[in-house]
Every structure is written in C-alpha cells, then in structure tokens.
C-alpha cells in the first residue's frame, strides 16, 4: 500500500525546448500535410469577428507546451541578461534604452498552424533562471486570464504581469488582442515601467503566417520618459522582405522631445539613433539573445508542484512527442474531463474558486489585475541555465 502510494504521489515532469528563433520553436519536426486545408475545416463554422477564446483545437495542432510556460520562456529563456541590464544603465535614458531592448526580446517568433495548450484553472509555472525566479498562475479560466510574478532579489528586480487574451476570426486572418499591463520595477532605482502587448496576428490567407503588429507605449513616470514601438507585418499579401518592422522612439514627456529614434526587425536586429549625434548602434540582435536556446532542466523533482504545467500536460507532451495522435487526444480529454468534474463540484457546494499566489480583481475602468499574494518568488526546481 505504501508503494502504491509512492507511485501515485510520482510526478512525472516533461519539458521542451523553448520557442527561439524560427524553426526553433519546439521538438517536434511539425510538417502536417494540408495544413492550411485542415485549419479551415476547423473554422469553417465559425462567424467572422467570433471570439475563439472557448475554441478547442485538437492535439495536431498543439506545441508540447501550455502558454503558460510560453509566457513565462519569454522572460527567463535568454543567452544574455537583458533585464540586469536595465538597472544597471548609470543614467535614466540608459535604463530606458535598456528597458526597450528588454521588451523587445519578449517577442518570439511563432510557427504557423500549431498553438500552446489552454492552461486549466490553477495552473502554475515554476522556474529560475541564475537569481531571477519566475512564477505565473492561470487565475481565471473564462475569461483566461494569466498573472506572472518574477523577482530577483540580488538586482533588486520585480516583474508583474496580468494578461487577458481574446482571439477573434475574421475571415482570412485571427487576430489575438492581449489585454492588461506589464510592470518592470527596478527597485533599486525607485522606477516603474508599464507598458501593454502588441497584438498577434495569424494570416490564413493569401500567404499563411503569425507576426506581432500593433503598438506598444512604455512609460516611466519617475523618470518623465516614454517610449513608442511599432510592429508591422508585411504587406496583405505576405511577399517582400520587409516584414517584422518595430519603428519607434524615445521620447522626453517633459519636453516632447525625441532623444532616440529605433528602426530594425525584432526577430533579426534593432538599430537605435542618437538624434542629437545621429550615431547609429545595435540595440538588439534577436540571434544573440533568443537563437539555440536549450531546454530548461528539472533540478528538484519533489519540489514541482502537482498544478506545473510540465506536470498538468505530461502525458499529452509525450503523446505529441512521439506523434501518437489517439493517445494525445485521450490525455487532453483526460485533462478537461478532470476539470470539468472540479467545477461540477464546486457548483454544487456553492464554492468560488480563488487563485492560490495572486489576488484578482476586476474593474471597468482597468479591467483584470493581479497582484501577488507574496512579496518574493521562492526559487524554482525546473531551471534554466545557458
């Protein structure tokens, strides 16, 4: 009985590679056939402008991943330390400067026709990257709303995000606005960045492809700096070289005037220009920083928590791993039957579900916000080190 026991309490743990640079965005060599073909058999009874949050898709076309831990990668899966660097800057410009090559990096490059899982209710990710330590909660199902808290406590760094993703179809393409705010504080400093999300686009038609558009306004009150970034995708067509642009400034809020002006492509290289000087420099080089990332390691096994991500969806990662299609779409199903069977639950005992490592709350005028239950982020048992 007391084997069993052990064996139950067992966790089995998968982890994959990070998404980095294109073609390296998981282990699976993804070359479904009719690809295309299949994504509009899927969305052949869905109304333009329909939200898609509820949308199920089937394992096919799953990476062996929840956003979660996607979420969580873009901050703590890099080949350099780009958030050091933003309080290490000697002058508030300089953090600025930093700040902006930190958010820039953030942005993955994503594969067409293959998403993240959905996170159920609950669930956690746990990971540490040297003295950063990173930790996201699924704090609402519908609507999916995420909360990620990251400290490092040595550079005296805070990370708080909330986000609230709503995908919406509209004929040839799904557009994915991401709601909420993200907060860099660099407590050392006495400074606070907010900035929100650029939107994600999925192009079906002419030419299939996903890329970040929209823009994105970082702001430091303490500071009265402000940046403005601009993704745009190529054109309605998809041809020409010139897609993946980020334009955008730095600005003086207290003058108006421009100090910076940013051009590039943030999956290739970013250039910053001094406008008093007009000196040019590399502000980002996306092969430096996000290329050949290898996968996290389990450094702790008892430590993972039985709501991890890598542990929620173990069984459909390795099922997706091994392209074993009838085996991922009974361990998905096993998933969101558990979960539906936790809500008829709490439903008949009148019971609200209330996130374990943040508070939520919600208001018309701000929407979603999270804040976090403890003031530090305990180091984590999945790590990453490059």
Known sequence: MVEDAKKEEKKEVILTRPVGLEGESNNVDYKAPNLLQRVFSLLSNVSPGADL????????????????????????????????????GETAVERMIAVVAWTVSTLRPLMFGVV?????LGETHHASKSTLNVLLEQVSHHPPVSALHATDDTNQIELLWCQYAV?????????TVVHGKRKLNLVQRGESYVMNSPKLLIRLLPKPGVDW????????EETCLEAELSYKSASFFGFGGSNRIVK????????????????????????IKDTTDGKTKVLYDAKDVISDLPTPTLKDPEGVWPSESAVVWAELSKAILSKDWDKAREAKLAVEEKERELLRQRKSMAENWVPKHFDLCYSIENGWECSPKQKTVPPAPIVFST
């Open 53 to 88: 949050t509820r949308f199920q898709l089937p394992p096919l076309f799953n990476l062996p991943k929840s956003h979660l831990q996607c979420y969580g990668e873009s901050v703590y899966c890099v080949n350099k330390d780009m958030l050091t660097k933003c309080v290490k």
């Open 116 to 120: 993240p899982y959905n996170p159920i």
């Open 167 to 175: 995908p919406k179809f509209y004929g040839a393409k799904v557009e």
């Open 248 to 271: 955008g400034k730095i600005i003086d809020s207290s003058s108006s005037n421009t100090l910076y002006e940013i051009t590039g492509h943030w999956d290739r290289t970013v250039h």
């Open 213 to 220: 558009v929209g823009n994105v306004k970082i702001m430091c």
